[in-house]
C-alpha cells in the first residue's frame, strides 16, 4: 500500500511524531526491553534466592537485612530452635548471619557464648550452687531486628529463678542481646529481669516477644506476660542500655528507661505488646510506639499508640469482633504518600460470612489513614481469601516496588493455600489507600507436607539488596527452615497516544493504491508517540519516538462491509522486546501494572442519509405466543411469533431483534444469545440496513422446563435494535403467559386370580383354625400413576370391599403391602392365622367397570376400608398397593345370590401440590376391581365304578358283532371281478374288450 502524500515538514516539539513508517493495523511497538508484558508484580516470583537451616532449627522465624554501612548489606535469619555451643544448654537458638551476594554458608552470630550461670545463694560453699538462669529451649532468635550497624536479638522464653525469698520460683522474663558497632560490642538488655517479679509483677514478662528500632536506633521491646498477663511496652536508647550493662549482676536498671506500667485488674490477660512498630502519630519529630493487644477489650483486641517521648496514649483502634486477635500483627508506612503514617493492624483470626451465610476464618488486616492532627480514618479492611489461611499473621512495609511514588505492602498467609503451604500477598498503595485486590501473590516452595512450611509467617522489606533501585523481599518457612529471597524487577512506565485523520472518511474517495494489486482504494494516517522511564533497564528506551502511516480501513471488495455506523478501530500494543538481554543481576524488567498497553482510535464511515448524514428509521413491532400458559414440570414448548417493520424516513443499520426470556433454563431453536448466561438476551438480525418500508415476520421456538412458583407469570421482552444515533429501537413489547399447575392421574388395578371357582359344601370348620381351612386366596394390586404434567405432593388412596354378603362373612383380609403408613377400618388377620405367601408376579391392566351378573357391593356396615397416604410423586412416577385376601365360611349358596361377582372400589384423590400456584381443582381417579365368582356341584365331584366300566364295554362288543353278521348274510362283504360276469364280457363290443 502506497503511502498518502506527505504534509510540509515543519519545526515540531520533541513529543511529536517526526517519522514516516507504513504500519499494520493493529500496530505493535516494541520497545527495545526485555519480555511481553506479564499480570505479575515485579517481584522475581520464579527464581528466589533460597537460604536454608539445620532441620528443625525454626531457621526463618524471624529477618531482617543488616546495613552496617551504605554499601554493605547482609541478612539476618533467625533459628530459636538451634543447637549452640554453649554449655548445658539445649537448642539454645540462634541468629545467623547470611552473607550477599549469596556466596557462602550462614554463619552463628557470637552473642552469647556462656552457659547457665549459677549461684550459691544460702552462702554455704559446700553445697552445689543452684542455676539461676535457663537457657535451654529460651527461643534465642525468635525476634531479631536490625538498625545500621546495631543488631538486637531476643529470646522470650529465657527464665531466671530469683531468690529464694523473693519467690524463688523458674520465671520467664526473656532478655535480649544488643551487637553494637558492627559486632564489635555485645550487651544484655533484659528489663523484665528485676525485682518486680512473680506473676503479679514481670515474672512471665517474657520481654522480647517483639521489638523494633526507631529510625534514631533507640529500641522498643513488648513484653505480654507482665501484671497477670496485662502486658507491657520498654523502650530505652542503645546508650542508655550500654550504660546500664554489668554482666555480673543479673538485676541491671537501665537509667532513663521508658515503660508502661500496671493497670486495673480489668487489664489482665489483654497480651500489651504481642506486637509492636514505630511511626510518627503525635505530629513532632520523636516517633512514637504502637503496640497490639490481641485480647483486651473483652477479647475484641485494640491497638493502642504510645507517645514516644512519655509512653502516653494518644489513641487506640479496637477491633470489630471477639477473639480475632485484633493486633496480633501491626505495621506503620505511608501507604499514599501524603507525608503521614498509616497503620496496618492484622486480625488472623477473623471469621468473614460466606455467601451461603455460614462463617468461614479467613483472617483480615486493616488500614488506618491519618490525617494530620485527626484521629485516623475509619479502616478500610482487607479479607484473606483461603479458609484457615492466618491472613494478617504478618505485616510488612516494602517501600515504593514499582516506583509509582507510593508505597506498597506485603501480608503473610502462613497457613493458606493447597496443603497449608502458605501465601504472601503484595499490595500496592495508591492516593486512596492500598489496591482491595493484591498485585502479586507468592506462593511457598515444593508440594505438600507432612507439617505445614509456614511460608510468610515472617517478613521482612524497604531494602534494596541487589542495588537496582527496587526493594527486596525477605520471607520465613521456619516449618521448611528457609529464609527466601524475592527480588525487586525493574520497572518501565511508558505512555503512548494515538490519532486518526481523518475521523470521518468517504469510501468513495480513494487516495491511496494497493501496491500487489494497483486497485485504489480508502486511506487514513495513523500518527502515535510514545514516551517511556525507569531505572536500572537494558539500554536507551523510547522517549519521544514516534511514528505515522497510511492505511486503507476499507476490503478491496465492498460486499464485505456489513456495519457502515460503527467505527473502524486502529490500535497501539506496547509490549517489551525480548531480544535484549537484562543487566546485571540479570532480573528482567516488566511494564509497570499501571501502563496502558493498548490504545484504539476510531474513524468513521461518511453515509447516504441526506445532508445531515443521519438516519432515522421508525421501527414497529408486534408479538405473541401461541400459547396462553404454561404449566409448572412441564417442557413447555412454545412459539414466539414477531412482526417488525420500519416506518421511518431511513433505513436502520445493523437492526437486531433483542429478546429477553423469562429467568432460568430454556432452549432456544434460532438466533444465538448475546451473553454468557441464561437470562441474556436472544439476538435476531433484522438487515443491515432494515430498509425504510420493510416488513418481516418471524418465529422463536422455546422450551421451559424448569419453571420458578414465586411468580404467577412469565414475561418475553421484545425489542428491535439498531445502531442508528437517532430513534434507534423500537418500544418493548412483552409477552406474558401465565404460570399454573395441573396434572392428571390414573389408577390401574388387577384381580389375581380373575375368576374364584367355590363349591357350595366342603369348607373348612367354623371358626376357622388355620388359613387353609378359608377359601381360594385372592389377591387385588392397585398401581397409580401421575401422568404430569406437575408434580404431586401430597394424596391419598382409598379402597373400600365387602366384608360380607347378608349378614354372612364374604372376605377374610390377610394383609396389604407397597404404600406405607395405612390405615384399615378394620383389623387385619383378626384371627391370627399364618400368612400365606403372596401370588407372584403380576400384569397390571385396566379393568371393565361395568358389572356382569350380580355384584356383591360394599354395604356401609359390612365395607373393610384402606387409607393410604402416597406422599409426592414426580412426573410419571408410580406407587403400588397390594391387598391379599380370602373368602369366610360359612359357604355362600348360589341360591342366595346367584352368579357374583366381588368387587373393590378404589379411588385416588390428590390433596397438595408442591407449589405455591394453586391448581384450578384437585384431580381424582376412581377405579373398580372385580373379581367374578363361580360355582362348583357337590355330585359332579363323583366317580364311576368299575364293573360298570366293563359291563358297557362287553355290550357294546356284542352289538359289534351281530351286526357284521347280519351284513354277512345279506352279501355285504361278497366281492366282483373287475369287468363283471361272463355274460356282461360277451356283450362287449370287441374295441371295448382290447381297450379294457
Known amino acids: 500500500m502506497a503511502p498518502a502524500p506527505a504534509p510540509p515538514r515543519r519545526p515540531r516539539p520533541r513529543r511529536r511524531c517526526r517519522a514516516r513508517i507504513p504500519l499494520p493495523v493493529p500496530l505493535p511497538l516494541l520497545l527495545p526491553l526485555l519480555l511481553p508484558p506479564v499480570a505479575a508484580f515485579n517481584l522475581e516470583a520464579s527464581r528466589p534466592v533460597v537460604f536454608r537451616g539445620a532441620p528443625g532449627s525454626l531457621f526463618g522465624f524471624a529477618l531482617d537485612f543488616y546495613l552496617p554501612e551504605p554499601r554493605s548489606v547482609s541478612i539476618l535469619v533467625g533459628a530459636p530452635k538451634a543447637n549452640t555451643s554453649q554449655p548445658n544448654v539445649t537448642q539454645g537458638g540462634a541468629v545467623f548471619h547470611c552473607p550477599w551476594p549469596p556466596g557462602g554458608d550462614c554463619t552463628p552470630i557470637d552473642f552469647d557464648h556462656i552457659g547457665t550461670r549459677t549461684h550459691d545463694f544460702g552462702g554455704n560453699s559446700s553445697d552445689a550452687p543452684e542455676p539461676v538462669e535457663f537457657k535451654s529451649l529460651q527461643w534465642f532468635g525468635a525476634t531479631v531486628r536490625a538498625h545500621n550497624g546495631s543488631i538486637l536479638a531476643c529470646a522470650p522464653l529465657y527464665s531466671w529463678s530469683p531468690p529464694k525469698e523473693e519467690g524463688g520460683a523458674r520465671e520467664p522474663v526473656g532478655s535480649c542481646f544488643l551487637s553494637i558497632g558492627n559486632f564489635s560490642k555485645f550487651v544484655e538488655y533484659a528489663p523484665c529481669r528485676s525485682d518486680l517479679n512473680s506473676a503479679a509483677g514481670q515474672g512471665y514478662c517474657q520481654g522480647g516477644f517483639s521489638a523494633e528500632f526507631t529510625q534514631t536506633g533507640r529500641v522498643l521491646l513488648g513484653g505480654p506476660g507482665s501484671y497477670f498477663w496485662q502486658g507491657q511496652v520498654m523502650s530505652a536508647t542503645q546508650e542508655q542500655i550500654a550504660a546500664g550493662n554489668f554482666p555480673e549482676y543479673l538485676i541491671q536498671e537501665v537509667p532513663g528507661q521508658l515503660q508502661t506500667r500496671q493497670a486495673a485488674p480489668s487489664h489482665d490477660d489483654s497480651y500489651m505488646g504481642y506486637s509492636v512498630a514505630v511511626g510518627e502519630f503525635s505530629g513532632d519529630t520523636t516517633q512514637d510506639f504502637v503496640a497490639g493487644v490481641p485480647k483486651g477489650n473483652l477479647t475484641y483486641g485494640y491497638v493502642t499508640i504510645l507517645n514516644g517521648t512519655n509512653m502516653r496514649s494518644l489513641y487506640n483502634f479496637s477491633g ?24 496496618l493492624v492484622g486480625a488472623p483470626l477473623f471469621m468473614a460470612r460466606s455467601g451461603a451465610g455460614g462463617a468461614r476464618e479467613l483472617g483480615r488486616v486493616y488500614l488506618y489513614l491519618q490525617r494530620g492532627g485527626a484521629p485516623p480514618a475509619p479502616p478500610a479492611p482487607l479479607t484473606g481469601t483461603h479458609e484457615f489461611g492466618r491472613f494478617g499473621s504478618a505485616i510488612a512495609p516494602l517501600g515504593d516496588l514499582d516506583r509509582d511514588g507510593f508505597n506498597d505492602v506485603a501480608v503473610g498467609a502462613p497457613l493458606g493455600a493447597e496443603g497449608r503451604r502458605g501465601l504472601v500477598f503484595i499490595f500496592r498503595g495508591g492516593g486512596a489507600g492500598l489496591r482491595p485486590r493484591p498485585a502479586q501473590v507468592l506462593r511457598g516452595l515444593g508440594g505438600p507436607r507432612a507439617q505445614p512450611d509456614f511460608f510468610g509467617a515472617a517478613l521482612r522489606g524497604a531494602t534494596d539488596l541487589d542495588g537496582n533501585g527496587y526493594p527486596d523481599l525477605l520471607v520465613g518457612a521456619f516449618g521448611a527452615d528457609a529464609a527466601l529471597v524475592y527480588r525487586g524487577r525493574p520497572i518501565v512506565h511508558a505512555s503512548a497516544t494515538l490519532a486518526i485523520v481523518p475521523t470521518m472518511f468517504n469510501p468513495e474517495e480513494r487516495g491511496c493504491v494497493l501496491a500487489a494489486s494497483g486497485h485504489h482504494v480508502p486511506c487514513i494516517n495513523v500518527t502515535f508517540c510514545l514516551n517511556a522511564s525507569g531505572r536500572h533497564l537494558p539500554g536507551p528506551i523510547g522517549e519521544g519516538d514516534t511514528g505515522t502511516a497510511a492505511l486503507s480501513p476499507c476490503p478491496q471488495n465492498e460486499s464485505e462491509f456489513r456495519d457502515k455506523l460503527s467505527p473502524i478501530p486502529v490500535s497501539l500494543s506496547l509490549a517489551l522486546d525480548p531480544a535484549v538481554s537484562p543487566p546485571p543481576p540479570g532480573l528482567a524488567p516488566l511494564l509497570s501494572p499501571a501502563t496502558r498497553t493498548r490504545l484504539e482510535a476510531k474513524a468513521h464511515i461518511q453515509l447516504d442519509c441526506g445532508e445531515d448524514n443521519v438516519c432515522v428509521p421508525d421501527l414497529q413491532l408486534e408479538a405473541t405466543a401461541d400459547r396462553r400458559a404454561v404449566f409448572l414440570g412441564d417442557r413447555n414448548s412454545l412459539n414466539v411469533t414477531f412482526h417488525a417493520r420500519n416506518v421511518g424516513e431511513g433505513g436502520a443499520y445493523e437492526a437486531e431483534l433483542h429478546v429477553r426470556p423469562p429467568p432460568g433454563n430454556f432452549s432456544a431453536l434460532s438466533c444465538e444469545l448475546g451473553g454468557g448466561n441464561a437470562s441474556s438476551s436472544l439476538v435476531c438480525d433484522l438487515g443491515n440496513p432494515m430498509k425504510a418500508g420493510a416488513s418481516i415476520r418471524g418465529g422463536l421456538r422455546f422450551t421451559l422446563p424448569q419453571l420458578s412458583d414465586s411468580s404467577g407469570s412469565v414475561r418475553f421482552e421484545l425489542q428491535i435494535r439498531s445502531k442508528n444515533a437517532n430513534n434507534s429501537q423500537s418500544a418493548v413489547v412483552p409477552v406474558a403467559l401465565a404460570v399454573r399447575a395441573a396434572t392428571r392421574v390414573s389408577v390401574l388395578g388387577v384381580s389375581r386370580p380373575d375368576v374364584v371357582t367355590i363349591p357350595e359344601g366342603g369348607w373348612g370348620p367354623d371358626p376357622p383354625q388355620r388359613l387353609q381351612d378359608l377359601g381360594p386366596p385372592v389377591e387385588h394390586v392397585y398401581e397409580v400413576v401421575n401422568e404430569g404434567p406437575s408434580a404431586i405432593s401430597q394424596g391419598t388412596l382409598e379402597l373400600s370391599c365387602p366384608l360380607g354378603h347378608r349378614g354372612h362373612p364374604l372376605l377374610y ?32 391392566q385396566r379393568r371393565d ?63 397438595r401440590l408442591p407449589y405455591r400456584v394453586r391448581p384450578e381443582s384437585y384431580p381424582r381417579h376412581r377405579l373398580q376391581v372385580v373379581t367374578a365368582l363361580s360355582w362348583a356341584r357337590p355330585e359332579a365331584g363323583g366317580g364311576v365304578p368299575v364293573w360298570v366300566v366293563v359291563l358297557a364295554v362287553l355290550l357294546g362288543l356284542l352289538l359289534l358283532g351281530l351286526l357284521c353278521y347280519g351284513l354277512y348274510k345279506l352279501g355285504f362283504f361278497k366281492r366282483s371281478g373287475p369287468y363283471g360276469t361272463a355274460m356282461e364280457k360277451a356283450q362287449l363290443k370287441p374295441q371295448a374288450a382290447s381297450e379294457a
Open 320 to 343: 470489630e469482633q471477639m477473639a480475632s486477635y485484633f493486633g496480633y500483627a501491626v505495621a506503620a508506612t505511608d501507604v499514599n504518600n501524603d507525608g503521614l503514617t498509616d497503620l
Open 813 to 844: 383380609v390377610t394383609g396389604h403391602s407397597g404404600l406405607p403408613n395405612c390405615s384399615a377400618s378394620h383389623p387385619l388377620d383378626p384371627l391370627r392365622l399364618a400368612q400365606e405367601q403372596s401370588p407372584g408376579p403380576h400384569v397390571l
Open 849 to 911: 367397570t361395568g358389572d356382569t351378573g350380580d355384584t356383591l357391593g360394599c354395604p356401609e356396615a359390612e365395607c373393610f376400608r384402606l387409607s393410604c397416604p402416597s406422599g409426592g410423586l414426580e412426573r410419571q412416577q408410580r406407587v403400588s398397593l397390594r391387598l391379599t385376601f380370602r373368602l369366610r365360611t360359612p359357604p355362600l349358596r348360589q341360591r342366595d345370590v346367584g352368579t357374583p361377582s366381588l368387587r373393590c372400589d378404589a379411588e385416588f384423590r390428590v390433596l
